[in-house]
T-cell receptor, first 114, second 118 residues
């Protein structure tokens, strides 16, 4: 596979469930990102990892827990979510260095919280 | 704080014609990057074009070009010879030029839905 992949593409979960979103990049990048895309709102940056270190947590509630075991993989662990957390969750990656750094996105996971 | 505004929630164009999508931004920085991303109904966000603020020349990628007006903080996207495959949500985005370790935040606009009529 090439580019940035995300699994699952769709996820339905109850408020008491625990689930994880997975992102994998095949671009040799060093930085990875989680974004939340809600209807009629701009994309919101959630987390940034650069060289496996978390460098940004954009005031995200603790029910979202990111994990970056290596530069190619990024997870978002979900627990006790709320219905308002239903959204499209996008992963992106970039070189993570250089002023011309450009982010490339995965297809997203459509999350529905019941 | 930086903000990006796309004032056109929806736009439409006839196939083979030209359409321009608007974007304005607010920043106190002098060095930054601007991007247009396209998100088709399949949801994969695709980079369309990128503009470095220090470059006066407008970026061009095939049928896509930008009109970058730094003083006015305007960054519009022109799509020439529109094709059915151009139908998508288009996002304008801004990123500060953080220099050697640039993994900075992208700030996105609200998006413009482009419909292409055959």
């Amino acid at each position: 596979e090439t580019g940035v992949t995300q699994t699952p593409r769709h996820l339905v979960m109850g408020m008491t469930n625990k689930k994880s979103l997975k992102c994998e990049q095949h671009l040799g990048h060093n930085a990875m990102y989680w974004y939340k895309q809600s209807a009629k709102k701009p994309l919101e940056l959630m987390f940034v990892y650069n060289f496996k270190e978390q460098t940004e947590n954009n005031s995200v509630p603790s029910r979202f827990s990111p994990e970056c075991p290596n530069s190619s993989h990024l997870f978002l662990h979900l627990h006790t979510l709320q219905p308002e957390d239903s959204a499209l969750y996008l992963c992106a990656s970039s070189q993570g260095q250089g002023s011309s750094d450009t982010q490339y996105f995965g297809p997203g996971t459509r999350l529905t919280v019941l | 704080a930086q903000t990006v505004t796309q004032s056109q929630p929806e736009m439409s164009v006839q196939e083979a014609e030209t359409v321009t999508l608007s974007c304005t931004y607010d920043t106190s920085e002098s060095d930054y990057y601007l991007f247009w991303y396209k998100q088709p109904p399949s949801r994969q966000m695709i980079l369309v074009i990128r503009q470095e603020a220090y470059k006066q020349q407008n970026a061009t990628e095939n049928r896509f070009s930008v009109n970058f007006q730094k003083a006015a903080k305007s960054f519009s996207l022109k799509i020439s010879d529109s094709q059915l495959g151009d139908a998508a949500m288009y996002f304008c985005a801004y990123r500060i030029d953080a220099g050697g370790t640039s993994y900075g935040k992208l700030t996105f606009g609200q998006g413009t839905i482009l419909t292409v009529h055959p």
